[in-house]
Structures are given as C-alpha cells and as structure tokens.
Nanobody, 128 residues
Framework: QVQLVESGGGLVQAGGSLRLSCATS????????MGWFRQAPGKERQFVAT????????YYAESVKGRFTISRDNAKKTVDLQMNSLTPEDTAVYYC?????????????????????WGQGTQVTVSS
C-alpha cells in the first residue's frame, strides 16, 4: 500500500503561482512514476504532468507545458508541482497518483489507468 497526501492548494489570482506537494508513504520502493491529474466540476479527470521515479523523465499536458513544472525528491519522498501563470481554466481539484508499473515511454503515464494509488486531492481556485 502507498499513501499519498496532497497539500498547497488554495485561492490565487490569475497570473499568480502555487506550489503543490504530494507526500508519499508506505511501500514506495515499488513506485515507478508519479503523476498529477486534475478534475474541474462537471468534467473528467485530466492528466497534468508525470515524472519517473528513477530517471526523472517528465511529460506534460499541452495545456500546462511551459507553465507547470513537476519535480521529485526521492529522499523526502515528495513530488511537487510548481504552477505559474495560472488562469481560471486551471481551477480544479488536483490529485497526485502513484504507479508501480514500468513503461519505457514516459508519455504512457498520462493514462490514469496505469496508476495504482491516488491522493484525496487539493483544491486550486484561480480568480480572474
């Protein structure tokens, strides 16, 4: 079992920044990649970014590329999502997720079905 706890969400004005953090615990030795997803009201869960646990290879959704940065700290067992130049369209509940399956292609981790564990989510609201 892996436990994931997100933090760092909140209310920010358009153009502002937020940094989300995901603390992991439990059997993290099997983790192959971590991802961030988001879900806005009335919409499906959407991929945001992913990072491989050992190589640090990353992959981003087109909508956040250049604005968001995913990073991980293996020693602290955390995965962060730095979000800059936020817009109201970024408003959503943000979830981190953990995958124990290895895929050579980082882009495979854009699929929510490859993740085994999910956090409870943290709300991000961007006002115009």
């Amino acid at each position: 079992q892996v436990q994931l706890v997100e933090s760092g969400g909140g209310l920010v004005q358009a153009g502002g920044s937020l940094r989300l953090s995901c603390a992991t615990s439990g059997r993290t030795d099997r983790t192959k990649a971590m991802g961030w997803f988001r879900q806005a009201p009335g919409k499906e869960r959407q991929f945001v970014a992913t990072i491989k646990w050992t190589s640090s290879n990353t992959y981003y959704a087109e909508s956040v590329k250049g604005r968001f940065t995913i990073s991980r700290d293996n020693a602290k067992k955390t995965v962060d999502l730095q979000m800059n130049s936020l817009t109201p369209e970024d408003t959503a509940v943000y979830y981190c997720a953990s995958s124990s399956t290895y895929y050579p292609t980082t882009a495979y981790y854009a699929k929510h079905s490859v993740y085994d564990y999910w956090g409870q989510g943290t709300q991000v609201t961007v006002s115009s």
